[in-house]
């Protein structure tokens, strides 16, 4: 069982009287069968969305870990939550699992929506909290993202008291594809069983990604791209998200934002993006005869540093400082580096 927004519940049984009529039977079977259940970084894109799932707000930051700022205001960044993505045969739901909401309202009763209290047992039985549930039949796209490193999900979902529709989108950051193909798999063929037309409804955001990068005008070719954060040594100051791309040229540490995840002020809708596709800025870059060195961090074996010659010899040489989402990334990472590297030797 799971708790759900009032505005889902109303959606969901509006769609049950359609199917059976206004006189439900008592025979009526309205379970769902469970396919599986994943834990991801995720960020919404577009009003609807966002106001469902906000993202975390943090101050963006530049490549020495300042502040940006425009004025004397700090530009703000969107960061992604973690959030439990459920399954069934015919919904998909989004169950809040991070602390920014809180777990306990005034006198020890769960606050709606919560993440399940972490001291939890089976016994306790506590209903998960789903923050959206969206039917399969409103999946109107899927977009794979640059070399699986995340996916794209759009829904159009109609209004219960009106005919219009809302549009949904959300990033989801996996940082592995691995991850992102076993997701992807369990929903596409769900969604072909019952859509057979939904294989035109799913695509790559590759043209973009690398239009974005200036690979085409470059002709530069990508060898590694990765989600991944920057970290600095001294200071009280959170990861900022990065990608990190690697090609036969050049290694580029850069900023990706998605189309109305909140990082930019609202433009003009008809800009000829879609909700969720991808913009860069570049943090910093170097050309490979100048990366000396790439190893991995003693305590930690998903940070990684990468350490650049400055273009001024009178000058120290800088270092990237970076966590992977997991050690197997970092391995890949490094073996790629290395392996441009001595290219370039």
Same mark, same amino acid.
């Given at each position: 069982k799971i708790q759900l927004f009032k505005f889902d519940r109303d959606l969901l049984i509006n769609a049950r009287t359609k199917l059976h009529g206004a006189n439900l039977p008592s025979s009526?079977?309205?379970? !769902?069968?469970?396919i599986g259940i994943w834990r991801e970084n995720l960020l919404a894109c577009g009003g609807p969305a966002i106001s469902r799932l906000p993202p975390l707000k943090i101050p963006k930051r530049g490549f020495h870990g300042e502040t940006v700022t425009i004025g004397s205001k700090d530009v703000m960044a969107s960061e992604s939550r973690k959030f439990i993505l459920c399954l069934?045969?015919?919904?998909?739901?989004?169950? @809040?699992?991070? !602390? *920014?909401?809180?777990?306990?309202? @005034?006198?020890? !009763?769960?606050?709606?929506?919560?993440? *399940?209290?972490?001291n939890s047992t089976f016994g306790d039985a506590p209903w998960p909290h789903a923050v959206v549930r969206h039917s399969l039949e409103c999946l109107s796209g899927i977009t794979i993202g640059f070399q699986f490193q995340r996916l794209i999900l759009r829904f159009n979902v109609g209004n219960s008291t009106t005919s219009s529709t809302?549009?949904?989108?959300?990033? @989801?950051?996996?940082?592995?594809?691995?991850?992102?193909?076993?997701?992807?798999?369990?929903?596409?063929?769900? #969604?072909?069983?019952?859509?057979?037309?939904?294989?035109?409804?799913?695509?790559?955001?590759?043209? *973009?990604?690398?239009?974005?990068?200036?690979?085409?005008?470059?002709?530069? #070719? #990508?060898?590694?791209?990765?989600?991944?954060?920057? #970290?600095?040594?001294?200071?009280e100051r959170e990861a900022s998200r990065r990608v990190f791309v690697l090609t036969d040229a050049k290694a580029y540490l850069l900023d990706e934002t998605y189309a109305g995840d909140g990082s930019t002020p609202e433009v003009e809708k008809d800009n000829?993006?879609?909700l969720g596709d991808v913009s860069l800025s570049i943090i910093d870059f170097a050309i490979l005869n100048r990366v000396t060195e790439v190893r991995a961090a003693n305590e930690d074996p998903r940070k990684i540093?990468?350490?650049?010659?400055?273009?001024?010899?009178?000058?120290?040489?800088?270092?990237?400082?970076l966590v992977c989402n997991d050690g197997e990334g970092a391995e890949r990472l490094i073996d790629d580096v290395r392996k441009a590297m001595r290219g370039h030797s």
């Open positions: 009526a079977d309205f379970h !769902e069968r469970y069934s045969d015919s919904a998909l739901y989004f169950i @809040i699992d991070d !602390e *920014i909401s809180p777990q306990n309202s @005034i006198g020890g !009763e769960r606050k709606f929506p919560s993440r *399940i209290p972490p809302l549009e949904y989108a959300y990033v @989801i950051l996996t940082s592995n594809k691995l991850r992102t193909v076993s997701f992807l798999q369990k929903l596409q063929s769900l #969604v072909t069983d019952n859509r057979p037309g939904i294989g035109a409804l799913i695509d790559n955001d590759d043209k *973009i990604f690398l239009d974005a990068l200036g690979a085409p005008r470059s002709n530069e #070719v #990508v060898m590694h791209y990765q989600i991944l954060h920057q #970290v600095w040594k001294r200071g000829g993006k879609k540093t990468l350490v650049i010659l400055p273009k001024n010899k009178l000058k120290r040489s800088h270092r990237w400082r």
